[in-house]
């Protein structure tokens, strides 16, 4: 008799355990997927966002090409002062420029592009191939890393924005660009050897037009 009222007890208080912490919940599948994705950084719908809201509007402080090309052909240290975003001392750098140029030659993953400077003709590299780096993301001084704690969500921001160009910019220019085709564009340019990266100087395109 002890024993079953024991039992019964137990069980009794079991019961209640159960009804006040319960070990599993039962929840829609779409609630759980929801519940799942929270935390989750969306980079693609963060870089769409950022491309039209933000990137689209800054054309503005793009600095001039033929002003940007003059000052580094004059002094490259003092174009850098004046117009580049760094992001760390004594590393690489970065252009936000926009100008026009003629195209002089065209390759798989790039076009050569001639702008007058002053009398003379400068070379830019227009970038057409896979885009690497993080020109677009750090060129225009738009994001800031201190913003990200979680690098990694940071790192996939630089990669969305690369496939934004490659998805919306790119196929036009590959396309429709011909030599002696003027080309009117807005770009990033990332510096981390200045003997590569200058001469010329490699530009990613963030909007271009053929004319």
Known sequence: MKRAVFIAAVLILFGIVCRFFPLFHVVAL???????????FNAAKFA???????????????VDAKELLAAIQANPAD?????????????????????????????????????????????????TGMIFGNAVRDGTGLLNASDYPNLQDFN????????????RVLPELRAHARIGSTISFIGCAEVDDESTDLNPLQVVPIQAQIE
């Open 30 to 40: 779409k609630r759980a997927e929801t519940e799942k994705n929270a935390g989750v």
């Open 48 to 62: 769409d966002d950022f491309w039209s809201e933000k990137l689209l509007k800054s054309f503005d402080h793009a």
């Open 79 to 127: 174009a850098q002062k004046k117009y580049a975003r760094s992001l760390s001392l004594g590393g690489g750098y970065f252009y936000y420029l926009r100008g026009e140029g003629r195209v002089l030659a065209t390759n798989d993953s790039s076009l050569s592009l001639a702008i007058n400077t002053g009398g003379t003709n400068t070379e830019v590299a227009l970038q």
């Open 156 to 167: 996939s921001i630089s990669a969305e924005l690369n496939k934004l160009v490659e998805a």
